[in-house]
Every structure is written in C-alpha cells, then in structure tokens.
T-cell receptor, first 114, second 118 residues
Framework: AQKVTQAQTEISVVEKEDVTLDCVYE???????LFWYKQPPSGELVFLIR??????QNEISGRYSWNFQKSTSSFNFTITASQVVDSAVYFC???????????FGTGTRLQVTL | GAVVSQHPSWVICKSGTSVKIECRSL??????MFWYRQFPKQSLMLMAT?????????EQGVEKDKFLINHASLTLSTLTVTSAHPEDSSFYIC??????????????FGDGTRLSIL
C-alpha cells in the first residue's frame, strides 16, 4: 500500500522568510512518481512538479525548489522569500503503476503574513 | 494545455434531492476519470475511478448506489449524488487521465464543485 505523510499541519511565516514543507512517502514499488500541488482558498488544484523515482536531481523553479532523497523517502518543497500569494494548502502526492491513481498526503496549510 | 471543466462550481440544495456534477475533458480524450471528495481542512480522498464504457470502480467504503458515476463518452463523466443529505456536503473534484501525459501530469483536475445540502 502507498502512503504519504505530511507531518506539518499548519505553518505560519512572515513574508520574505524561507519555508520548507516536508513530505515522506511509503511504497514498495521501485517505479513511482511524486507530485506537489497547491490548493489556494478558491479550491482548485494547481500542479507544481512531478518527479520520477529514477531522477533524484533537485529542481529549482524560480522561488520554488524540491529536494528528493530516496534514502529517506522524502520529497521536500522549499519556498524562498515567501509571499502572501503563496498562502495555500500544499499537497504532496504519490502515484505508482499505470492506473494513475494518486495518493495524497494530508496537506500543509501555509499562511504567509506581512 | 489540457483542460478539464467541472460544472457546477457551487450547488446548494435541499436534503433528499439528487445532484449531478459534470466533468469534461475539453481538448483531449479521457478513457479514465477520477472523482475525489474533500471535507473541510482534510485531504483529497479518491471515491471512484470512472472508465469510459464500463462500470466505475469504487474505493472501499464508498456507496456505489449513493454516488452514481456515468462515463458514457471519452470526454464526459458525471457523478450523481442521490438523495443527498447534509453529511454529503463536501468539495468534489474530478480529474481526467491524460494518456499522453502532457506537461508531466498524469491527471488534469477540474476546479471542483462545492456541494452544500441544507
């Protein structure tokens, strides 16, 4: 069975601070995909990144960066110089196999204040 | 890019009525669509996998007679909440599997339907 754990329920930071959202996953499959989604208050899911299990390269996209470590089964997400518009719930998700079923973590609510 | 349209965005109705939610893939054919439910401040929970031309596959604990899913075409899946009650109030999100995996996304999500049963 697959499982995704996001231990941080809520995080509150002041604008311009850096913040890291943790994600730990469990799967017995050797081939899998990890994702991060953003859900703003309006409710829609915004795709941020996909990483496959064979690619442990860290990735940077603007103020966003992701650290994938298979040794610790973690796929952490860092926002640099946070902004108020980053306030949202962030979900980490896992997909294995060809059925494309996604297993979501419980989400981390990020509040960025001025 | 691949777009999924979900309608309606909001529904408020009386207890006992049935509510239909539509999920359309606008620029690609989706043989597989998914329906999720999200209660306030909780995660997305997969309810069922909708397969075009065949019966939906429901997750454990989801009542198939309560949540009717129809996937009659390659671009449309519908979820009907039958005899809805206040405990069915939730945020329902659909997604469509993109067989080409455009943009590294295995699924493209609709914007969700907020259902409130009075």
């Amino acid at each position: 069975a697959q499982k995704v754990t996001q231990a941080q329920t809520e995080i509150s930071v002041v604008e311009k601070e850096d913040v890291t959202l943790d994600c730990v996953y469990e799967t017995r499959d050797t081939t899998y995909y990890l994702f991060w989604y953003k859900q703003p208050p309006s409710g829609e899911l915004v795709f941020l990144i996909r990483r496959n299990s064979f690619d442990e390269q860290n990735e940077i996209s603007g103020r966003y960066s992701w650290n994938f470590q298979k040794s610790t089964s973690s796929f952490n997400f860092t926002i640099t110089a946070s902004q108020v518009v980053d306030s949202a719930v962030y979900f980490c998700a896992l997909n294995t196999g060809t059925a494309s079923k996604l297993t979501f973590g419980t989400g981390t609510r990020l509040q960025v204040t001025l | 890019g691949a777009v999924v349209s979900q309608h309606p965005s909001w529904v408020i109705c009386k207890s006992g009525t049935s509510v239909k939610i539509e999920c359309r893939s606008l620029d690609f054919q989706a043989t597989t669509m998914f329906w999720y439910r999200q209660f306030p401040k909780q995660s997305l929970m997969l309810m069922a996998t909708s397969n075009e031309g065949s019966k939906a596959t429901y997750e454990q604990g989801v009542e198939k007679d309560k949540f009717l899913i129809n996937h009659a075409s390659l671009t449309l899946s519908t979820l009907t909440v039958t005899s809805a009650h206040p405990e069915d109030s939730s945020f329902y999100i659909c997604s469509a599997r993109d067989p080409l995996g455009q943009g590294n996304q295995p699924q493209h999500f609709g914007d969700g339907t907020r259902l409130s049963i009075l």
